[in-house]
């Protein structure tokens, strides 16, 4: 029987990262995203082993339809990887309502809702759920009042899930990058940020997508099988270092 997982916000970045990893250690895939055009091209040269589902992680009404989509197909689940996440930062002062919610919608409901919809495959295959956090759920920085709550509660929401599914055989863990190399950070970083960066990470370096990949495809194998309830930065040292350089409150 073939392994099955699903991934969210899969059409890019370290979603595509992480289903091509799968692929290539002879698992299917569903790919959901919520943006169809960008997910038809992700999905397209990647062969009859990925499914893709353009589907919204913040509607429960979508969640449901994506699970129903993922099982007709697939028949179970033995992972799920949830990626999707919106990134808004700015000043707690010009953070409105709005806004809050939006980014909660996704980082937060959306973890929630898909473990909520995959409990019961994944109980059945005694699988693995790895919620993507971010270096910013860990300790706080300028900027990122609504995007760094969302991402400690993801932690927190990991820790629940772990202490109650686990007795049904189902492992949760986080994994929370630090600055990686996609095309968007590096479209929107100036070069005085990424020197800064590269001087308080401790590997001098911005992380890959594919590293970030590695980390999150390890926790759902076999070779995790007594790892739960953990929240691992994928980071190259920088929370050990903590963040204070002016060019990165910005």
């Known amino acids: 029987m073939q392994n099955c997982a699903i991934v969210t916000g899969a059409a890019r970045g370290i979603g595509l990262a992480t289903t091509r990893l799968f692929l290539s250690?002879?698992?299917?895939?569903?790919?959901?995203?919520?943006?169809?055009?960008?997910?038809s091209a992700a999905a397209a040269p990647l062969g009859e082993s990925v499914l893709a589902v353009e589907k919204d992680v913040s509607d429960p009404a979508q969640v449901a339809q994506m699970m129903e989509a993922v099982l007709g197909w697939a028949g179970g689940v033995d992972a799920l990887v949830n990626n999707?996440?919106?990134?808004?930062?700015?000043?707690?002062?010009?953070?409105?309502?709005?806004?809050?919610?939006?980014?909660?919608?996704t980082n937060l409901?959306?973890?929630?809702?898909?473990?909520?919809?995959a409990a019961p495959a994944l109980i059945a295959r005694k699988g693995?759920?790895?919620?993507?956090?971010?270096?910013?759920?860990?300790?706080?920085?300028?900027?990122?009042v609504a995007y760094g709550t969302?991402?400690?509660?993801?932690?927190?929401?990991?820790?629940?899930?772990?202490?109650?599914?686990?007795?049904?055989?189902?492992?949760?863990?986080?994994?929370?990058?630090?600055?990686?190399?996609?095309?968007?950070?590096?479209?929107?970083?100036?070069?005085?940020?990424?020197?800064?960066?590269?001087d308080a990470i401790p590997l001098n370096r911005y992380g890959s997508e594919e590293e970030i990949a590695q980390a999150i495809v390890?926790?759902?194998?076999?070779?995790?099988?007594?790892?739960?309830?953990?929240v691992l930065a994928a980071d190259g040292g920088f929370e050990s270092t903590g963040v204070g350089l002016p060019a990165l409150r910005t």
Not at 29 to 38: I, K, N, Q, S, T
């Open 109 to 117: 409901d959306g973890v929630f809702l898909c473990s909520q919809a």
């Open 25 to 39: 250690e002879g698992w299917r895939v569903a790919m959901v995203d919520r943006d169809g055009p960008e997910l």
């Open 84 to 105: 999707a996440g919106v990134a808004e930062f700015g000043p707690i002062a010009e953070c409105d309502f709005t806004m809050w919610r939006r980014v909660m919608a």
């Open 150 to 198: 969302s991402k400690a509660a993801v932690i927190q929401l990991t820790k629940q899930q772990a202490a109650e599914l686990g007795e049904h055989g189902v492992r949760a863990n986080c994994v929370c990058p630090g600055p990686v190399r996609t095309k968007l950070a590096m479209a929107v970083h100036s070069q005085e940020i990424i020197d800064a960066y590269h």
């Open 218 to 230: 390890f926790l759902c194998s076999e070779k995790a099988s007594y790892i739960t309830g953990q």
């Open 128 to 144: 693995a759920i790895v919620n993507i956090g971010s270096i910013s759920g860990l300790r706080a920085s300028t900027l990122r």
